[in-house]
């Protein structure tokens, strides 16, 4: 694999289920810059992604995308990190897209 064709993987880890990681989403595009921010207190959080060239000297256009944290967890990927538990992929998926969000500020 060409490194300018390397997947770039987005992943959402809770403590509430220690042996899951969801893969929110697997792009191609070089991600430059990550930041989650909160729109609506305890409801709407989004992922900010700044994707662009793989190098500074690199010439190449530049994005912003924001996803809705709650859209990715439903589109995502379940990654075990251990053996078993009694929950399905999709009990997971329910669980995580109902968690609130806040900030500390």
């Known amino acids: 694999m060409e490194p300018r064709d390397a997947q770039h993987s987005l992943y959402m880890f809770h403590p509430t289920v220690p ?5 929110l989403a697997n792009i191609s595009a070089n991600i430059v ?3 989650v921010a909160l729109f609506e207190p305890s409801r709407h959080a989004a ?9 500074p ?9 924001k996803h809705k944290v709650q859209d990715l967890i439903l589109s995502s990927r ?6 078993g538990g009694p929950d399905s992929d ?5 669980r995580l897209s109902h968690l609130r ?3 500390k500020a």
């Open 78 to 83: 379940v990654v075990r990190l251990a053996e």
């Open 33 to 35: 810059a990550f930041q």
């Open 57 to 65: 000297d690199a010439p190449g256009l530049v994005s912003v995308a």
């Open 47 to 55: 992922c900010i992604l700044l994707t662009g060239p793989a190098g």
């Open 19 to 23: 042996s899951v990681l969801l893969e």
């Open 90 to 94: 999709q009990a997971i998926r329910d």
């Open 101 to 103: 969000y806040q900030s």
